[in-house]
C-alpha cells in the first residue's frame, strides 16, 4: 500500500453523491460509491481524454459521456471484453470514519492500441485528371424515384467535366443510411472528432462515402439542392451538420482538412430565395476551407406563385440555358482546380484570426 495518503474527509459525506470529482496530485480523479463500496480512477479517459465522471454509470462500469468508453470504477479495467484497456486507479482506505485515498496511482493507464479509420489515412493528392465529386441532395422514395431537376443538372455537369477528361463520382445522399449529428461539439470541443465520432462508433454509418470524397479524393465538390420552403433541402442539412468535424480541425488542431478545394453549387426551386440559399451554402464552404471559382452557382425559380409543379419541371426540362448553365459551372470549377494543382501548395499553416477554440487564459 502507498504510504502517503490524503484525508477526503468523512466517509458517509462522501457517498453522496455518489461520484464527485477530485484533484489528486494535481491529477483529475473521479470518486464513486457503489453498491455499498468507494472506488477511486482517472477521470481521464482513454480514448481523446473525456471526463469518465460527468458520464452514467452502466452497472459498475463509468461510461464516458463523449463517446461511451466504459471503465470499471474501481479497477478502472475497461468493459468485459477490452479489459486490458484500463485508466489508472488509486487505492482508498477508511480509518477512524473518514475516506483516505493514497497520493499516487495504484495502477498504470494502459492504452490497447486501435486500428484507425481508413479515413484517418494521410491526406496526399495522388497524380491524376482532376476529379469532381457530385452531390445530389434531393429527397424521394427510392422504390420510385421522381425526376429531379437540381440532380439531372448535376449529372449534366458531371457528364461534361468527364468528356473533358475530369474523373467524376455521383454521390446520392439519398441512397445513404447515416445518422443526423448527435452534437458531439456540443458536449466538448474536443469531444467532435475527426473523423465523425459517429462514423468512428458505427460501421454501418454510411456518411463516410461523402468525407472521403470530400477530404481524399475531389478537387472539386459540387452541390445539388432544391428549394424547401426557401431552404435548402434537409438532407443538405442534415448532411452538413456532419461536416463539423472538419470544420472543427481548423479551430481545434490549426488543421485545415480541405485544401485547394473548389465548391460550385446548383440550386433548383419551384419558388424563390435563390440568393438566401446561396449564400448560406457559401457561408458554410467557405468555413471549411473551400474556394470558389467566379459565378459559383446556377439556379432556377419561377417564383412565389409558381406552385404548377408541372409545369416547373418542363421548364427545366426544355431549357437549354439551364443545361449550358450546369455544363459552364463545371468548366469554371474545374479550371480553377486545374490552376490550383498547378500551382504551389498552401503552406501548412493558413490564418484564421478570432476563429479558434475557447482559451480561457485569453491566448
Same mark, same amino acid.
Given at each position: %500500500?502507498?504510504?502517503?495518503?490524503? =484525508?477526503?474527509?468523512?466517509?458517509?459525506?462522501?457517498?453522496?453523491?455518489?461520484?464527485? %470529482?477530485?484533484?489528486?496530485?494535481?491529477?483529475?480523479?473521479? /470518486?464513486?460509491?457503489?453498491? @455499498?463500496?468507494?472506488?477511486?480512477?482517472?477521470?481521464?479517459?482513454? #480514448?481523446?481524454?473525456?471526463?469518465?465522471?460527468?458520464?452514467?454509470?452502466? @452497472?459498475?462500469?463509468?461510461?464516458c459521456p463523449w463517446?461511451?468508453?466504459?471503465?470499471?470504477?474501481?479497477?478502472?479495467?475497461?468493459?468485459?471484453?477490452?479489459?486490458? =484497456?484500463?485508466?489508472?486507479?488509486?487505492?482508498?482506505?477508511?480509518?477512524?470514519? +473518514?475516506?483516505?485515498?493514497?497520493?499516487?496511482?495504484? $495502477?498504470?493507464?494502459?492504452?490497447?492500441?486501435?486500428?484507425? #479509420?481508413?479515413?484517418?489515412?494521410? !491526406?496526399?493528392?495522388?497524380?491524376?485528371?482532376?476529379?469532381?465529386?457530385?452531390?445530389?441532395?434531393?429527397? %424521394?422514395?427510392?422504390?420510385?424515384?421522381?425526376?429531379?431537376?437540381?440532380?439531372?443538372?448535376?449529372?449534366?455537369?458531371?457528364?461534361?467535366?468527364?468528356?473533358?477528361?475530369?474523373?467524376?463520382? /455521383?454521390?446520392?445522399?439519398?441512397?445513404?443510411?447515416?445518422?443526423?449529428?448527435?452534437?458531439?461539439?456540443? *458536449?466538448?470541443?474536443?469531444?467532435?472528432?475527426?473523423?465523425?465520432?459517429?462514423?468512428?462508433?458505427?460501421?454501418?454509418?454510411?456518411?463516410?462515402?461523402?468525407?472521403?470524397a470530400f477530404v481524399?479524393?475531389?478537387?472539386?465538390?459540387?452541390?445539388?439542392?432544391?428549394?424547401?420552403?426557401?431552404?435548402?433541402?434537409?438532407?443538405?442539412?442534415?448532411m452538413i451538420e456532419?461536416?463539423?468535424?472538419?470544420?472543427?480541425?481548423?479551430? !481545434?488542431?490549426?488543421?485545415?482538412?480541405?485544401? +485547394?478545394?473548389?465548391?460550385?453549387?446548383?440550386?433548383?426551386?419551384?419558388? =424563390?430565395?435563390?440568393?438566401?440559399?446561396?449564400?448560406? %451554402?457559401?457561408?458554410?464552404?467557405?468555413?471549411?476551407?473551400?474556394?470558389?471559382?467566379?459565378?459559383?452557382?446556377?439556379?432556377?425559380?419561377?417564383?412565389? $406563385?409558381?406552385?404548377?409543379?408541372?409545369?416547373?419541371?418542363?421548364?427545366? *426540362?426544355?431549357? *437549354?440555358?439551364?443545361?449550358?448553365?450546369?455544363?459552364?459551372?463545371?468548366?469554371?470549377?474545374?479550371? /480553377?482546380?486545374?490552376?490550383?494543382?498547378?500551382?504551389?501548395?498552401?503552406?501548412?499553416?493558413?490564418?484564421?484570426?478570432?476563429?479558434?477554440?475557447?482559451?480561457?487564459?485569453? #491566448?
Open positions: %500500500m502507498p504510504e502517503d495518503w490524503i =484525508d477526503l474527509g468523512s466517509a458517509d459525506a462522501l457517498k453522496s453523491p455518489a461520484r464527485r %470529482m477530485l484533484d489528486v496530485g494535481g491529477q483529475p480523479v473521479v /470518486l464513486s460509491f457503489v453498491n @455499498g463500496r468507494f472506488g477511486a480512477v482517472s477521470n481521464v479517459c482513454n #480514448h481523446v481524454g473525456g471526463p469518465l465522471g460527468e458520464g452514467e454509470l452502466d @452497472g459498475e462500469y463509468l461510461t463517446h461511451y468508453w466504459k471503465f470499471h470504477f474501481a479497477t478502472g479495467e475497461g468493459e468485459p471484453g477490452f479489459e486490458a =484497456d484500463k485508466v489508472p486507479s488509486y487505492a482508498l482506505k477508511e480509518e477512524s470514519g +473518514n475516506l483516505f485515498i493514497s497520493a499516487k496511482p495504484a $495502477t498504470r493507464r494502459n492504452k490497447v492500441p486501435h486500428d484507425p #479509420h481508413p479515413l484517418v489515412r494521410p !491526406i496526399k493528392r495522388e497524380p491524376g485528371p482532376v476529379r469532381v465529386a457530385g452531390i445530389s441532395t434531393t429527397v %424521394m422514395t427510392p422504390r420510385h424515384p421522381r425526376y429531379s431537376g437540381s440532380e439531372t443538372l448535376l449529372q449534366h455537369a458531371l457528364d461534361h467535366a468527364a468528356a473533358a477528361g475530369a474523373q467524376t463520382r /455521383l454521390i446520392k445522399l439519398n441512397e445513404l443510411k447515416f445518422k443526423a449529428c448527435e452534437g458531439f461539439y456540443s *458536449k466538448a470541443a474536443h469531444a467532435c472528432t475527426w473523423p465523425c465520432s459517429i462514423t468512428q462508433m458505427d460501421p454501418k454509418d454510411e456518411l463516410d462515402r461523402v468525407y472521403d481524399h479524393w475531389a478537387d472539386v465538390i459540387l452541390l445539388a439542392t432544391p428549394i424547401r420552403w426557401g431552404s435548402a433541402s434537409s438532407l443538405y442539412y442534415k456532419r461536416m463539423n468535424c472538419i470544420q472543427n480541425q481548423v479551430t !481545434i488542431a490549426d488543421r485545415v482538412l480541405l485544401r +485547394n478545394k473548389v465548391a460550385g453549387f446548383i440550386i433548383i426551386g419551384g419558388q =424563390d430565395n435563390v440568393q438566401g440559399v446561396a449564400g448560406q %451554402m457559401l457561408t458554410f464552404f467557405s468555413e471549411v476551407g473551400c474556394v470558389f471559382p467566379q459565378f459559383p452557382f446556377i439556379a432556377h425559380s419561377r417564383g412565389w $406563385t409558381a406552385e404548377d409543379m408541372e409545369e416547373n419541371v418542363l421548364a427545366l *426540362k426544355r431549357s *437549354k440555358g439551364l443545361r449550358d448553365g450546369a455544363a459552364e459551372l463545371a468548366e469554371r470549377a474545374v479550371a /480553377l482546380a486545374s490552376a490550383l494543382l498547378a500551382g504551389a501548395g498552401s503552406s501548412d499553416h493558413i490564418g484564421r484570426g478570432g476563429r479558434k477554440a475557447y482559451d480561457p487564459a485569453g #491566448h
